[in-house]
């Protein structure tokens, strides 16, 4: 184990990247809501919020990928009110500032 605490509270449905070299912890719920919140960490023992609410409406179940190299995608998902799920697609370079790339997606509005 690395850490036993990290800094942001307990939540469920998250999405975790690794992108150039940072882990990333994006979004989820808490128990109580849907949150937009992004956190990074290098090794996953210290943990900093970058972004603590991101442009895209809050989620959980949603998708995380990195390309590789520029950007990581967030992909999907499901907001606090059921059945509210998306098929929008945004991207970041660091997690702090997000662009939309996708209003709505070809394939119907889904979450993991």
């Known amino acids: 184990?690395?850490?036993?605490?990290a800094t942001f509270g307990p939540r469920a449905m998250t999405a975790v990247v690794s992108h150039r070299g940072v882990l990333y912890v994006v979004g989820g719920f808490d128990g109580k809501e849907c949150l937009n919140d992004v956190w990074a960490?290098?090794?996953?023992?210290?943990?900093?919020?970058v972004c603590h609410g991101a442009p895209w409406l809050p989620?959980?179940?949603?998708?995380?990928?990195s390309d590789g190299s520029r950007y990581m995608y967030l992909v999907g998902g499901e907001g606090s009110d059921q059945g509210s799920a998306y098929n929008d697609v945004w991207r970041s370079v660091d997690g702090s500032l997000w662009e939309l790339v996708c209003v709505e997606g070809p394939w119907s509005p889904c979450y993991n």
């Open 1 to 5: 184990m690395l850490t036993a605490s």
């Open 41 to 49: 960490s290098v090794g996953g023992q210290r943990w900093t919020r």
């Open 59 to 65: 989620r959980h179940s949603h998708e995380l990928v």
